[in-house]
């Protein structure tokens, strides 16, 4: 029963794809967000969602869309995919905004 | 621009030692700070200090804050290599959104 669960865990894939990532949390949190690690550890943000809302765009190219469906939910879908989206991309989960995250297993996205 | 900035970058030390991983923030509205352990995938949440002074414990870990200094150590006594991990280091900016430090590399050598 992971509490916040991301799928895939892995995905290589060509320039120029589009592919999404889902992120599911169980934990009956209000906040959901989207995190990119790339490969000297740094986490960034990209999105958090607050009750379905958007809160924060952190300046991200809009290649990429999130999607929250509902509370529990939030997917990221990447349009036209270039080789410097190679990272890890994590989804955390806190009770409010500005709480502490839990975050999910992340999806290491190769792009070739 | 927000700026969390930890040190050292990489640590290595033997087993039973006792280290200090350290952690500047320029947060803007700040509101706490946290500190995360990553192993192989998810970072694990360890602490949130939201208080100048007082120290927060779990185990051999411990946290204090300085919002005088802008300033957070971790310190991790009796060390074991079950430890070794990445530690980050991030401030809460306006009650909205984490900014990450760019973590310490602690590896402990049995």
């Known amino acids: 029963d992971t509490a916040v669960s991301q799928t895939p865990k892995y995905l290589v894939t060509q320039m120029g794809n589009d592919k999404s990532i889902k992120c599911e949390q169980n934990?009956?949190?209000?906040?959901m967000y989207w995190y990119k690690q790339d490969s000297k550890k740094f986490l960034k943000i990209m999105f958090s969602y607050n009750n379905k809302e958007l809160i924060i765009n952190e300046t991200v190219p809009n290649r990429f869309s999130p999607k929250s469906p509902d509370k529990a939910h939030l997917n990221l879908h990447i349009n036209s995919l270039e080789l410097g989206d190679s990272a890890v991309y994590f989804c955390?989960?806190?009770?409010?905004?500005?709480?502490?995250?839990?975050f999910g297993q992340g999806t290491r996205l190769t792009v070739v | 621009e927000d700026k969390v900035v930890q040190s050292p970058l990489s640590l290595v030390v033997h087993e039973g030692d006792t280290v200090t991983l350290n952690c500047s923030y320029e947060v803007t509205n700040f509101r706490s700070l946290l500190w995360y352990k990553q192993e192989k995938k998810a970072p694990t949440f360890l602490f949130m200090l939201?208080?100048?002074?007082i120290e927060k414990k779990s185990g051999r870990l411990s946290s204090i804050l300085d919002k005088k200094e802008l300033f957070s150590i971790l310190n991790i006594t009796a060390t074991q290599t079950g430890d070794s991990a990445v530690y980050l280091c991030a401030g809460c900016q306006g009650a909205q959104k984490l900014v990450f430090g760019q973590g310490t590399r602690l590896t402990i050598n049995p």
């Open positions: 934990l009956g949190h209000d906040t």
């Open positions: 939201t208080s100048s002074g």
């Open positions: 955390a989960s806190s009770q409010v905004l500005g709480d502490k995250a839990f």
